[in-house]
Structures are given as structure tokens and as C-alpha cells.
């Protein structure tokens, strides 16, 4: 546990507890919400192949998650570690000048 607080510069065990539900929720909401988006936006494998469908519900539910991680990890106290989590990943994805 101490080599992941030190990881991820947090000072509670309580705060890894947080991070991981906030994860959890995260995944399984955007998971959850991205199908009724999806036929809103008449996107199904009717009008798309099986291909097309799930190539656009997992770009989709990319978006989506991302802008849910910061959100959750805001409502359950942690978005200092979100945010910071978010701006680490945007630059891997060489999104970087969109954050600083």
C-alpha cells in the first residue's frame, strides 16, 4: 500500500479505498449511458456495420469516461488526483495542447 500511495501521491489508505469505487462507478456509468447515446444518434449495427457500431461505441465511451473520471472523482473529494490523472493521460494520447 505504501508504494502505491507514494505512486500516486496520496496520504490515506481511505483515499485509495475512494479512487478505486471512483473507477468503478466511472467505467460502469459510461458503460451504462453509452448505449441509449448510441440510438439517440441512430448508431446501430443496422445503420452501421458491426465494425462501424463498435468502433464508434468504443471511441464514444472513451469520451465519455473521461469526462466522468473528473467529474465522480470531484463529487467523491479526490479531483486534484483526477484531474492530474486526466492531464497525465491526455499528454500520452499527444493531446497536450489542449491541457497546458
Do not use: C
Not at 500500500?1 to 481511505?14: D, Q, S, T
Not at 473529494?77 to 497525465?88: S, T
Amino acid at each position: 500500500m505504501e508504494k502505491l500511495k507514494a505512486r500516486w501521491g496520496i496520504e490515506h489508505n481511505w483515499q485509495i479505498i475512494v479512487i478505486l469505487i471512483v473507477f468503478a462507478v466511472t467505467g460502469s456509468t459510461a458503460s451504462y449511458i453509452g448505449k441509449p447515446i448510441l440510438s439517440f444518434l441512430n448508431i446501430t449495427t443496422e445503420t452501421f456495420s458491426s465494425f462501424g457500431y463498435w468502433t464508434l461505441r468504443i471511441v464514444l465511451l472513451f469520451i465519455v469516461y473521461q469526462f466522468l473520471l473528473v467529474f465522480f472523482g470531484w463529487i467523491f473529494g479526490q479531483y486534484k488526483f483526477f484531474w492530474n490523472f486526466e492531464k497525465k493521460m491526455l499528454r500520452r494520447l499527444g493531446l497536450k495542447r489542449f491541457i497546458d
